[in-house]
């Protein structure tokens, strides 16, 4: 069984300390955003097609998700 470990925001909202509204705070939260989808896309692309139909996905779903 894969384990994944993320950074996320402390809990009251700061991000290695800066403001949350500040522009820094929103360029690291759209990278680890676009990161986790990649890591996400990748992890699925690896299954195989039994186990995406486990899942209840297909091969044009991985995708079609993130072309949204």
Partial sequence: MASFDTTRPMADG???GVRPN???ARI???IAVWND???TRNALSR???HELDD??????DIEAMYRR
Avoid: D, K, P, T
Avoid at 55 to 60: A, Q
């Fill in 37 to 39: 989808a990649r890591v």
């Fill in 14 to 16: 700061h991000l290695f």
């Fill in 28 to 30: 690291v939260a759209a």
């Fill in 22 to 24: 500040s522009f820094f």
């Fill in 47 to 49: 299954l195989s097609n």
């Fill in 55 to 60: 899942l209840g996905l297909s091969r044009g």
